[in-house]
């Protein structure tokens, strides 16, 4: 399976991005989608995932009410739909997937390149 994470950007604070994630090989309905974070010298952060199905979504507490993960089979896409960003949101943004649940703690077993999101105060 590949994953191809796009859409991050330069933002100014409070402003919005929406990140994608394009996964092609196994039938993408077949994976449990989540997004991490990363800023460089600092350990990954887990940032936010999505069920099989799309009905159930989980959030770190950083993120919880700004961000709203969400993924659509029919397209193979997954995506992070951010708001109200802040500048501690700048991170280097990962989508990743896994056939079982993707746990903070856990991470995952497919990952994607990242793609640079910066929020300037």
């Known amino acids: 399976v590949q994953l191809q994470a796009f859409g991050g950007g330069l933002v100014q604070a409070g402003g919005s991005l929406r990140l994608s994630c394009a996964v092609s090989g196994r039938s993408f309905s077949s994976y449990f989608m989540g997004w991490f974070r990363q800023v460089q010298g600092k350990e990954r952060e887990y940032v936010a995932a999505?069920?099989?199905?799309?009905?159930?979504?989980y959030y770190a507490d950083s993120v919880k009410g700004r961000f709203t993960i969400s993924r659509d089979n029919a397209k193979n896409t997954a995506y992070l739909q951010m708001n109200s960003l802040k500048p501690e949101d700048t991170a280097v943004y990962y989508c990743a997937a896994d056939l079982s649940v993707i746990t903070p703690w856990g991470g995952a077993r497919y990952w994607g390149k990242g793609t640079l999101v910066t929020v300037s105060s």
């Open positions: 999505i069920n099989w199905s799309g009905g159930s979504t």
